[in-house]
């Protein structure tokens, strides 16, 4: 019986630096502008200590993420969090939630959840691209595959 596999969890935080991506695995994570932040905001316009992640238990033994503005100890940031065009101090993360932690510095939260029941990595999957510029003409495609036919009359 294959070992039920838990879904991922992803940040995608854009900043002045570029975008980065955070798988989140730990059940603790400060964001903000100090060096010392497991995840780090590079701009002048979000606090050292801007926020935390930490992670909380389903009942199905799998979990989800809080988002938190400010530390731990209570300390909140100077400009709050926009989370989906809400200002909030804490909120629930679910899949495609989008954080404002201050002018052209934001994340995106990604749930990704497991598509196999297997737990084998060594799978191969046979995958077929096409060209999105040909319709349904099944002349050009068999010619893509190697495949040379002749046309009817």
Same mark, same amino acid.
Not at 68 to 74: A, E, R, T
Not at 82 to 93: E, F, M, P, S, V
Not at 107 to 127: G, M
Not at 132 to 138: A, F, G, K, L, V
């Given at each position: 019986?294959?070992? #039920?596999?838990?879904?991922?969890? !992803? &940040? /995608?935080?854009?900043?002045?630096?570029?975008?980065?991506?955070?798988?989140? @695995?730990?059940?603790?994570?400060?964001?903000?502008?100090?060096?010392?932040?497991?995840?780090?905001?590079?701009?002048?316009?979000?606090?050292?200590?801007?926020?935390?992640?930490?992670?909380?238990?389903?009942?199905?033994?799998?979990?989800?993420?809080?988002?938190?503005?400010?530390?731990?100890?209570? #300390?909140?940031?100077?400009?709050? !969090? &926009? /989370?989906?065009?809400?200002?909030?101090?804490?909120?629930?993360?679910?899949? @495609?939630?989008?954080?404002?932690?201050?002018?052209?510095?934001?994340?995106?939260?990604?749930?990704?959840?497991?598509?196999?029941?297997?737990?084998?990595?060594?799978?191969?999957?046979?995958?077929?691209?096409?060209?999105?510029?040909?319709?349904?003409?099944?002349?050009?495609?068999?010619?893509?595959?190697?495949?040379?036919?002749?046309?009817?009359?």
């Amino acid at each position: 019986m294959a070992a #039920k596999k838990h879904p991922q969890h !992803l &940040l /995608i935080v854009e900043d002045d630096k570029g975008r980065k991506e955070f798988p989140l @695995e730990n059940s603790v994570y400060s964001i903000g502008r100090e060096s010392t932040c497991d995840i780090r905001l590079y701009s002048q316009f979000v606090s050292r200590r801007h926020a935390t992640l930490v992670r909380r238990p389903r009942e199905d033994g799998s979990y989800y993420y809080r988002i938190v503005d400010g530390d731990l100890k209570g #300390k909140l940031s100077a400009n709050g !969090l &926009l /989370i989906n065009g809400r200002k909030l101090q804490a909120h629930d993360l679910e899949d @495609e939630d989008a954080i404002v932690f201050g002018p052209q510095v934001r994340a995106v939260y990604y749930l990704i959840k497991p598509t196999l029941d297997s737990t084998d990595s060594n799978e191969e999957w046979e995958i077929t691209l096409t060209n999105p510029e040909i319709e349904d003409d099944t002349e050009e495609l068999n010619i893509l595959n190697g495949n040379v036919i002749e046309r009817e009359s």
